[in-house]
């Protein structure tokens, strides 16, 4: 037995699930995503170099050290938010040095700062 019930549901709440949607966002980060890293062994062992070389830098934020690598056919995406143009270009570098300038297509961006309210929080 199946028991179906009707809801009338007021737009007030509609709203809400509307504000929720996130296909702005979610256009922005078109392209190549992660899941189409190349399954080559060299890919792989690209994107496994270029990883150890970022996480070997201490210097470098945890954002840095989570850029996404993706490598398909031998040519390399960087993808991901990081705290400063340093890091954006010492990433870039990192990746440079493995697979060359014509190999590497960034598409690193720059995290806002946080600022700091008066009570000391983050805002």
Do not use: W
């Not at 007021?10 to 399954?39: F, I, Y």
């Amino acid at each position: 037995m199946t028991v179906v019930f009707l809801v009338d549901v007021p737009d007030t709440c509609l709203a809400k699930s509307e504000a929720a949607d996130k296909t702005e966002v979610n256009q922005e980060d078109q392209g190549l995503t992660a899941d189409q890293q190349g399954n080559t062994k060299s890919d792989r062992e690209i994107t496994r170099k270029i990883r150890q070389v970022i996480i070997a830098d201490k210097s470098l934020s945890t954002y840095a050290h989570n850029v996404k690598i993706i490598t398909v056919g031998g040519m390399v995406t960087l993808k991901g938010p990081v705290r400063s143009e340093e890091e954006k270009n010492a990433i870039e570098a990192k990746a440079a040095g493995i697979v060359g300038k014509t190999n590497m297509k960034s598409e690193i961006s720059i995290a806002p700062k946080r600022q700091i309210n008066k009570k000391g929080g983050k805002s």
